[in-house]
């Protein structure tokens, strides 16, 4: 069990740019999600993959934001047009199949600090 | 969208006391209840989940419910200066997402 971990750690770009991060779940967890924090906040949820499935979005992520869990194992969040207010920490999380023990508790990766210049 | 209430502190305790935190919760049907621990600049990592009514203990750490009251608290016992961070409250809403607190802020004196 080697955790999750993001990709890149910290990113900063220029207002206008597109970005885009990648996270990898604990093997064999077959949930994966999304979060966003800003200083001083907790983490807010943005979306949810069961398996390559997305099953829920947050009214949070515009229509510049988009997810992809192509075969049910890594994730990208791609952030189109950034802006400045999407400056935040970027929060990737797993958990396994509900049902299982402690199928409900999710582990977070170190995340992906972004500033938008 | 559902609410979790935290005290954002700072909850300040000397170095073997008790530090206590709280949250309260707006959906009555929540069932899963966490408190996350966060250092300055890094993700949350779990210190533990409680779903039922009452007390769950892990080592120093003890997480109360009341489900009735909409309440979940976090007990630290013997507190050190290593346990000075944020501590978040999420509750799993139906569905998957959690939904987290703003958090309280811990500091241990030594």
């Known amino acids: 069990d080697t955790g999750v971990s993001q990709d890149p750690r910290h990113k900063i770009t220029k207002r206008g740019q597109n970005v885009t991060f990648r996270c990898d779940p604990i093997?064999?967890?077959?949930?994966l999600y999304w979060y966003r924090q800003t200083l001083g906040q907790g983490p807010e949820f943005l979306t949810y993959?069961?398996?390559?499935?997305?099953?829920?979005k947050s009214r949070l992520l515009s229509d510049r934001f988009s997810a992809e869990r192509p075969k049910g194992s890594f994730s990208t969040l791609e952030i189109q047009r950034t802006e400045q207010g999407d400056s935040a920490m970027y929060l990737c999380?797993?958990?396994?199949?509900?049902?299982?023990?402690?199928?409900?508790?999710?582990?977070f990766g170190p995340g992906t600090r972004l500033t938008v210049l | 969208q559902k609410e979790v209430e935290q005290n954002s502190g700072p909850l300040s305790v000397p170095e073997g006391a008790i530090a206590s935190l709280n949250c309260t919760y707006s959906?009555?049907?929540?069932?899963?209840f966490f408190w996350y621990r966060q250092y300055s600049g890094k993700s949350p990592e779990l210190i533990m989940f409680i779903y039922s009514n009452g007390d769950k203990e892990d080592g120093r750490f003890t997480a109360q419910l009341n489900k009735a009251s909409q309440y979940v608290s976090l007990l630290i016992r013997d507190s050190q200066p290593s346990d000075s961070a944020t501590y978040l409250c999420?509750?799993?809403?139906?569905?998957?997402?959690?939904?987290f607190g703003a958090g309280t802020i811990l500091r241990v004196k030594s």
């Open positions: 999380a797993s958990s396994s199949r509900p049902g299982t023990p402690n199928g409900d508790t999710q582990y």
């Open positions: 999420a509750v799993k809403e139906y569905g998957n997402k959690l939904v």
């Open positions: 993959f069961q398996n390559e499935a997305q099953l829920e």
């Open positions: 959906d009555r049907g929540s069932q899963s």
């Open positions: 093997s064999e967890h077959n949930r």
